[in-house]
């Protein structure tokens, strides 16, 4: 028999014991699903929270418009070491820092030697601060994103969704025949953290130990 | 290499009278748990609809472990689909097997692992490590725990017993390049970075477990904070993830549901800071090869249950030991397994079977607040409570009574103190004097020398003096009878024990002695 066989003859089986015994026992049926009440949210308020709530992670959060994220970009690079920085292809020009290396053509070892990532992202999520990353053109792969010790990242404020089950609608893969591959996905709330040493909080272990947040939205001053 | 568990049966009246022996890790653990129940607390008070989400998550959990045979095909199809393998085993020995032939296929005689319960439920890293394979854990704590050559104490954090001093210690004798470090937490992840970063970039091979995947899509998820997660997700050639079967899910929007519940409910953050989602494998992103490994190893026991299948809800966010006053004064050790605390006391029986973790069901003051904080509300009081009988009338059944006797054998422990009056006074005596230097405010509970089998499982209440004492003080008129005067225990409203308990010297009739003391008394959690 083989393990999947085996495995499935199992689960079965035991299925069908539980069912068989169920009677003998007094069970609660399985809680109901209510589904939740949403306020209607407000993009402004969104925006604010998210912001407040990336900042409660300690990572950094720059709001401005559309024409002043190059600079924001650039401020979020300023002390940067080793200055090297890059952004994957599909960057808008305009985002993109002067000298930045193409990220997508970089391997493991050269992606070392890179000190900041400058990307956009997928979606935000108000209520957790979260940015979501599905690793597109305009963000690179996975690996971009982790292995340099900064990670700047623009946020457009139509992006914000208000808490985890609406990012998910947002997100969903297409399924059933034909459907595209489902991209990989990266939940990014805060910078790199460990809690394991007396659960006193330590930024920056593996991932990027600096995290910044450039909110782009109309109306937001500029800088 | 961290060191392996026990053989079975696990003894937790024996191993928990070690573990209280060890007033660090009681310092360690009472401060940890009390940081993170105050922040789960706050986190979870945020959520309007909490109550409705924890309906929502059950409901998630056992759509799918009710209908378990049709989405493992599911979820093996869409995998499948999207670029990976499955792999399925019916237990430990094949799910090594399994493993190491997957590594070996690769070539690679080192493998990077991120955090996983699962692989140290199923004693894989000793498993590789006979096979020639070194496996490098690179989560901090689980990186701890195996320069240590320790075991893990809690599900979140693992080396929690540990402090900085310790861990310093070990790091130091242990960890190439740390000969100087300090005992600065900070210093201490940067030495595990540096060590860290050459493996990450360099090692063919990772093995994950996983926190859930999605029957429809194939998704997959990891759920971590420090970036080794990514790390092993993305840089190496090969993933291998080993996963229970119980934690598929049906739909892509359940992964939602359990992603609100579990970071409140575990870290006691809004969201931990990475979770990665994969969907076989893609291309110039990530492994080039991806194996999901699907494992029973006695799950389908739990499953054939109808009051204990409710167990494999579990989402492993470990709320439930934080609030357990039996798993503070213990710590995880004490329960012999990779799943300590409440959880592990119901878990634990139901995957090794119930004749070699008898004691476990006992492992509990069945004071409730498990139930009350656990994110797919998992009734453990009332699943401790059907182990006990299952404890109970299969070991009868079996002839193996021995087995059974957890409860009686706590009962001759009292019996065995209570035969000698002295040996009594000063159990109670060593007993104040231990609530007093543990209380914390929270209603008190210690270990009584010879009685921790008990007090382990039972918690007490916090009398201001004994009743002979009382009685003595009484007698030679040190006490006023006044309002704040402790109500006399029922043996010494009888004047019939009063005479003969009562007398200094006298030894008096055992019934005499109060009666009340090892009751139950867990409502103050509650």
Partial sequence: MSGRDEVLARVRAALRTAERSASEHELEPPPAYAPRVRPATDPHELADRFAERVADYRATVVRTDEAGVAEAVSAALADLEPATVAAPAGLPDAWRPAGARDGGALDHAELQTIGAIVTACRTGIAETGTIVLDHGPDQGPRRLTLVPDRHVCVVRAEQIVDDVDDGFVALRPETGEGAAHAPPLTFVSGPSATSDIELQRVEGVHGPRTLVVVLVQPGAPPG | MSARWPETPVDFPKAAHETLKD??????????????????????????????????????????????????????????????????????????????????????????????????????????????????????????????????????????????????????????????????????????????????????????????????????????????????????????????????????????????????????????????????????????????????????????????????????????????????????????????????????????????????????????????????????????????????????????????????LAMRSVARVMDSRRAYEAAQKAGRLGLSLMNNGRGARGALPGLSGWTGSRDLPDPERSFRDWWREREAGELEQGPDAPALPQAAQDPAARSGAAMPGTPGPEDALPTDVPRLHGEDRA
């Fill in chain 2, 23 to 408: 007033s660090q890790l009681r310092s360690n653990l009472g401060h940890a748990t009390t940081a993170i129940r105050a922040k789960r607390e706050d986190v979870v008070s945020e959520v309007d609809d909490w109550e409705s989400l924890r309906d929502e998550g059950a409901a998630a959990r056992d759509r799918s472990l009710r209908r378990l045979d049709e989405m493992l095909v599911r979820l093996e199809e869409s995998v499948t689909a999207a670029g990976g393998h499955v792999h399925w085993a019916a237990d430990k020995e094949s799910a090594q097997r399994l493993v190491v032939d997957l590594v070996k296929a690769t070539g690679s005689d080192e493998v990077i692992k991120v955090k996983s319960l699962l692989t140290d439920e199923l004693e894989l890293n000793p498993a590789l490590q006979d096979a020639g394979i070194h496996a490098q854990e690179t989560d901090l704590a689980e990186l701890i725990v195996q320069l240590g050559g320790d075991r893990q104490s809690h599900i979140l954090v693992p080396a929690i017993h540990r402090n900085r001093r310790e861990i310093r210690d070990i790091f130091r004798r242990e960890l190439p390049g740390a000969e100087d470090v300090s005992d600065d937490p900070a210093a201490l992840a940067e030495a595990a970075r540096r060590h860290l970063r050459e493996q990450f970039l360099r090692v063919p091979v990772a093995i994950s477990g996983a926190n859930a995947a999605v029957a429809e899509t194939g998704t997959v998820a990891v759920v971590e904070s420090e970036g080794n997660g990514r790390m092993c997700l993305t840089m190496p050639k090969t993933l291998i993830t080993v996963m229970g079967i119980e934690k598929v899910l049906e739909r892509w929007e359940d992964l939602g549901t359990i992603m609100r519940l579990l970071p409140r409910s575990s870290t006691g953050e809004r969201m931990n800071p990475y979770t990665s989602l994969w969907t076989g494998v893609t291309p110039d992103d990530g492994p080039e090869e991806f194996h999901l490994v699907l494992v029973d190893a006695g799950r389908t026991n739990a499953l054939a249950d109808p009051v204990g299948r409710d167990t494999l809800r579990c989402i492993r966010c470990s709320a439930c030991l934080n609030v357990c006053p039996v798993y503070e004064r213990t710590g995880g050790q004490a329960y012999e397994s990779i799943y300590p605390g409440p959880i592990g006391a119901i878990l634990t029986p139901q995957l090794q079977g119930l004749d070699t973790a008898p004691t476990l069901p006992w492992a509990s003051s069945l004071c409730g607040a498990c139930y009350e904080v656990c994110p797919v509300k998992i009734d453990i009081p009332k699943i401790l409570v059907h182990l006990r009988g299952r404890v109970t009338a299969e070991t009868n059944a079996s002839g193996k009574g021995h087995h059974a006797g957890a409860e009686r």
